[in-house]
């Protein structure tokens, strides 16, 4: 099976710190085109961040530059979403993704450039 398993979501009060992770299982991460996506209730899921599958290029979401850091270990398969001063328009459920592809633009792709998705997992920034 080809599975994306996210962990790491939490309530965080404003200014505290997460670290998502999500592993991938069946497939091989190293070759693969990752991002971050997000979704608040009644909002349209945006993209946070993403990375080449190279390494060599990063992006992010105006909202969350200089906050968030992706990065991925490829001996574990997996990779991450360090969230640093957290605010509570931050609050949304975060999804990895990933995709085996020669394409690449240097802005972070939409949601339908990728083909496995994790399970969504809960971020919620309150005091």
């Known amino acids: 099976q080809l599975q994306l398993v996210e962990s790491g979501g939490g309530l965080v009060q404003p200014g505290g710190s997460l670290r998502l992770s999500c592993a991938a299982s069946?497939?091989?991460?190293?070759?693969?085109?990752i991002g971050w996506f997000r979704q608040a209730p009644g909002k349209e899921r945006e993209a946070v961040s993403c990375?080449?599958?190279?390494?060599?290029?990063?992006n992010y979401a105006d909202s969350v530059k200089g906050r968030f850091t992706i990065s991925r270990d490829n001996a574990k398969n997996t990779m991450y979403l360090q969230m640093n001063g957290l605010k509570p328009e931050d609050t949304a459920v975060y999804y990895c993704?990933?995709?085996?592809?020669?394409?690449?633009?240097?802005?972070?792709?939409?949601?339908?450039?990728?083909?496995?998705w994790g399970q969504g997992t809960q971020v919620t920034v309150s005091s």
């Open positions: 993704a990933a995709r085996s592809s020669p394409v690449w633009w240097p802005w972070c792709p939409g949601p339908g450039y990728y083909g496995y």
């Open positions: 069946g497939f091989t991460l190293d070759y693969y085109h």
């Open positions: 990375m080449r599958s190279s390494g060599g290029s990063t």
